[in-house]
């Protein structure tokens, strides 16, 4: 099943790690084939074929690490903005929220 976005794909960028990943759903769209990871075709094979195809190339694997090193960090701030900028919202940091006729003492109430 493809993903709509993939946190790990963020997290391995994240961490330096260059992803191998089949080219469908969120992959295909994020990941620049060659520069910041490996796409592959949907099957076992070409999994495998690209798992060989890295493990014996270094300079391969050190070209992925150096286009990932070239992209610009992302955090959950930045990514905040980003859905404040598309919603036209305000995204400073608020406290949640409460009804001022609901009491929290209700709410644990409620809770339990």
């Known amino acids: ?9 963020s997290e391995l960028w994240a961490l330096g790690v ?12 994020r990941i620049a084939h ?12 070409a999994v495998s074929d690209a798992l060989h195809t890295l493990a014996g ?3 391969l ?9 070239a992209m610009p960090l992302r955090d959950t701030a930045a990514m905040a903005q980003d859905y ?15 009804p001022a006729a609901l009491e929290v003492s209700q709410l644990a109430a409620a809770q339990s």
């Open 61 to 69: 694997r050190e070209r992925l690490r150096a286009g990932i090193s």
């Open 84 to 98: 404040a900028h598309l919603f036209a919202l305000d995204a400073t940091p608020r406290t949640r929220w409460l």
């Open 1 to 9: 099943m493809a993903e709509t976005f993939s946190y790990t794909l």
């Open 18 to 29: 260059p992803p191998l990943a089949c080219a469908i759903g969120s992959f295909a769209e």
């Open 34 to 45: 060659g520069s910041n990871g490996w796409l592959v075709e949907n099957s076992p094979a």
């Open 57 to 59: 190339d270094p300079a």
